[in-house]
């Protein structure tokens, strides 16, 4: 028996998604509401948010070489040493960089709009700053403020300064740059624009220039495109679509300049180093010339074979080389650590170079002796020659690297002025809120369910409990509107309600077999025993039985609020006759003797002779009286009028009342010495998906227990 509690228990507790769907779907009016609020919320906060544009520009960082290096041959090659991407994008968000940017496009200072209405209207006015300077004396949070003149045709052109203390120091025109003597500082100001509208007042600020660096780093995205392209793209984001692509294009314009620059500077050093070389290469040609002439003289003429001035030639070819592979190593190693792959490469050229030279210089020694002494010299005078040659060139082209424009970078494309803002994104931020609204109102609905989970809903751990039996669970009726007939039965008889109460009529037809009095009370208010009350009284009187319905529910009664002022209570106070008091309906096998007029001493009434005779009378009238009474856990009314019932029914409200609740009601009845009783659950929602019905006849209670003779009814 514990293995099958244990089970019985995990199957309740159990939430599947077509429970959490019948769930979500009872409650259906919370979740629209979060929704609906999202929505709204989500609108206001899309208007909110200022728009944002995009801009990008297109930057190429040749890698391998210029067209300036090109022409400049191996020297150009030199100089376009190791230029990579990665360290270009670097030097682009270097401080050198961003620094002279922040500057030009005065980004250290802002104007931003504060009126609210046209912030969601998107018409806020702009102005730029081009100079400003708050003196120091005042505290950071202090806010001066800069309002457009309220004349409409100067509102373009005239504005005034307002300090924070509200008071005007200056009257300005855009353009003009002042001057303003403020608390032994001075306060500066220059407008570059400003479009806006009358007396629009904007907050003035002025940023530190290592906050505004760091600001514009951060909007600032620098990405190579590909891989190894030596393509870079540059975006930024900014409010103005215009502001974005000046900003951009300053950026990019900055780092092409100092590219050109950083090129031109190291043009520089390599020509000075060429220089400082140039009047020893020549100095080295004078000397051979002047060598291979005097040897000349003093031999004669010699005649040179064929062999001989191939292999003049060929060593020419190799000293050449082997001179301006050293003149590289200089240059590199000036640039580069001896480890550095193209200094180990022109070291690995230059031994080459000197095993060829060596092996040449054995291919001549069976030349006569006078030969190899010309071919020796003849080689000297021509390598030099060529390597003076070749430096006076080099030397040329620098000077023309220097003086003109020459840099391993270019823009391919300039940012353009964007027409669509890319921010903020209204259709996603409204789904985003809309769902969060879902989100949210779900978890309400579940927070309100889990706070309420004492509430019983288990049949089967009622019966348990307390030992008595569950004759029905009637769910909420899926009818919306307001009845026209007595009951539900009689207005939809295919409701799931009606269903489960005819349920219930058999139950209560063969356990009370020829008793007369059924006693309908509830937990608490709310429960719905009136409902179960009116509607069992309509079964059974269609089940060709007549019936009378009383109401004793004085304080808080429903049914006698149907245009009949008297009833019950007038009756036992001997206001009325009986004939007077009870009410005929119309269409049915059926009287209704309501509540009437007087709530006061609703227990003395109950308790008192007259009401006992009338029950007594009453039963050789009916076939079944079915009282209607006040919750048990309320007031005492319920538990007097069981002493005069056959058979008592407790109404209990599905996930409201709890099992405590119900067993303090149980044990009054006990201390009543009822014996025949059941319980029936009501409003019960099925939250597995089949059935998740509202209630809309509005029987039961509101809590409103008390006395008094023109107390409002109330409805639930």
């Known amino acids: 028996m514990n293995s099958d509690a244990a089970q019985q228990k995990n199957a309740d507790d159990e939430i599947d998604i077509l429970e959490v769907l019948g769930v979500l779907f009872a409650k259906w009016p919370i979740l629209l509401a979060f929704v609906i609020a999202g929505g709204v919320a989500g609108i206001f906060v899309a208007n909110y948010m200022r728009p944002s544009f995009s801009s990008d520009a297109l930057l190429q960082v040749d890698q391998n070489g210029n067209s300036a290096g090109i022409a400049l041959g191996d020297m150009g090659a030199l100089l376009d040493a190791g230029s990579l991407a990665d360290a270009e994008i670097l030097l682009i968000q270097s401080r050198r960089v961003l620094d002279m940017v922040v500057v030009s496009e005065h980004l250290c200072y802002s104007a931003t709009p504060v009126a609210l209405l046209p912030r969601l209207l998107h018409q806020e006015g702009r102005v730029d700053v081009g100079f400003l300077h708050i003196p120091e004396i005042y505290e950071k949070d202090a806010k001066w403020f800069l309002i457009s003149s309220a004349d409409s045709n100067l509102a373009s052109n005239e504005f005034q300064i307002v300090d924070p203390m509200e008071k005007v120091i200056l009257n300005g025109r855009v353009g003009d740059m002042y001057h303003i003597p403020v608390a032994g500082d001075t306060f500066s100001i220059q407008i570059l624009n400003m479009l806006a509208s009358p007396s629009e007042k904007f907050v003035l600020s002025e940023s530190d220039p290592r906050q505004a660096l760091d600001g514009l780093r951060k909007q600032l995205s620098v990405a190579e495109q590909g891989k190894k392209t030596g393509i870079i793209q540059m975006q930024i984001t900014h409010r103005y679509a215009d502001r974005a692509a000046k900003i951009l294009n300053s950026i990019a314009d900055t780092y092409v300049r100092q590219n050109v620059e950083a090129r031109s500077e190291e043009a520089t050093k390599t020509l000075a180093f060429l220089e400082k070389q140039l009047p020893g290469v020549k100095a080295k040609l004078d000397s051979s010339e002047q060598i291979l002439s005097s040897y000349r003289q003093e031999e004669g003429s010699i005649d040179l074979s064929g062999e001989a001035r191939g292999v003049l030639e060929k060593r020419m070819q190799l000293e ?93 494309d300039r940012a353009r002025i964007e027409i669509e803002p890319v921010k903020p994104r209204k259709k996603v931020i409204l789904l985003g809120f809309i769902a969060g609204g879902f989100v949210l109102g779900a978890g309400v609905i579940f927070l309100i369910r889990m706070l309420s989970s004492r509430g019983i809903r288990s049949s089967s751990d009622v019966e348990r409990e307390t030992g008595v039996s569950v004759y029905a669970k009637v769910p909420e009726t899926k009818a919306k509107k307001k009845q026209k007939a007595f009951s539900l039965v009689e207005e939809d008889s295919e409701d799931l309600a009606c269903e489960a109460l005819r349920t219930l009529r058999t139950s209560i037809e063969f356990s009370m077999m020829d008793s007369k009095v059924l006693l309908i009370t509830g937990l608490t208010p709310s429960a719905g025993k009136s409902f179960i009350s009116k509607n069992l009284a309509a079964l059974f009187a269609m089940n060709e039985k007549k019936v009378l319905l009383i109401d004793t529910d004085f304080r808080a009664s429903y049914m006698s609020s149907r245009g009949r002022k008297h009833g019950l209570s007038d009756y036992l106070l001997g206001k009325i006759s009986l004939d007077e008091a009870i009410e005929h309906l119309d269409g049915a096998n059926m009287d209704l003797l309501g509540a009437g007029s007087y709530s006061s001493s609703p227990s003395e009434m109950i308790s008192s002779k007259a009401f006992e005779n009338l029950l007594n009378e009453m039963k050789s009238k009916y076939d079944l009286i079915i009282v209607d009474s006040a919750p048990v856990l309320a007031v005492a009314d319920a538990l007097i009028a069981s002493r005069y019932a056959d058979f008592v029914l407790l109404v209990i409200r599905y996930g409201r009342d709890s099992m405590e609740a119900l067993r303090d009601g149980l044990g009054q009845f006990e201390k009543a010495n009822v014996e025949h009783k059941a319980i029936v659950f009501n409003r019960c929602i099925y939250e597995g998906g089949r059935s998740s019905y509202g209630y809309g006849y509005g029987y039961g209670y509101g809590y409103g227990y008390g006395y008094g003779k023109n107390k409002k009814k109330k409805k639930s």
Request: no cysteine.
């Open 320 to 412: 050449k080389s082997l001179l301006e592979l050293q003149q590289k190593y200089e240059e590199t190693t000036r640039l580069f650590k001896e480890d550095h792959p193209t200094v180990l490469s022109l070291k690995k050229q230059q031994n080459q170079l000197r095993r060829e030279m060596a092996k040449l210089g054995e291919e001549t020694k069976d030349l006569p002796m006078k030969q190899q002494e010309i071919l020796r010299l003849q080689g000297d005078v021509d390598v030099n020659n060529a390597i003076y040659t070749n430096m006076l060139n080099n030397i040329q082209q620098l000077r023309v690297v220097q003086a003109g424009e020459v840099g391993n970078a270019r823009i391919v």
